[in-house]
């Protein structure tokens, strides 16, 4: 089994910078794509940055300038750098691997629980 912890959540006011990162654990051979999501209270989740396991990455365009990506698969970790915040970035942010099971190319997907960032105005 697989297992994504995030940590790195909580209370920040708007304008501070806040830092994400998700650690995987498991039967892992290699780690492909990985990510952030996020999810408002009645919203729907939606991509906020990916990042390849060829170093490629995108943001979605709300975050752009301000949100890094970043990873490292000697850690098997990926990071969320966030400035410049905004109540509106205020979400449950979910991790997302993609996981390589053998050294043959089988892969699975697997999420985190969510941590809670909130960002006062």
């Known amino acids: 089994q697989v297992q994504l912890v995030e940590s790195g959540g909580g209370l920040v006011q708007a304008g501070g910078s806040l830092g994400l990162s998700c650690a995987a654990s498991?039967?892992?051979?290699?780690?492909?794509?990985m990510g952030w999501y996020r999810q408002a209270p009645g919203k729907q989740r939606e991509l906020v940055a990916g990042?390849?396991?060829?170093?490629?990455?995108n943001y979605a365009d709300s975050v752009k300038g301000r949100f890094t990506i970043s990873r490292d698969d000697a850690k098997k970790t990926v990071s969320l750098q966030m400035n410049s915040l905004k109540p509106e970035d205020t979400a449950v942010y979910y991790c997302?691997?993609?996981?390589?099971?053998?050294?043959?190319?089988?892969?699975?997907?697997?999420w985190g629980q969510g941590t809670q960032v909130t960002v006062s105005s």
């Open positions: 990042n390849t396991s060829g170093g490629s990455t």
């Open positions: 997302k691997a993609v996981v390589i099971r053998t050294h043959w190319g089988i892969s699975s997907i697997y």
């Open positions: 498991g039967s892992i051979f290699s780690l492909n794509d």
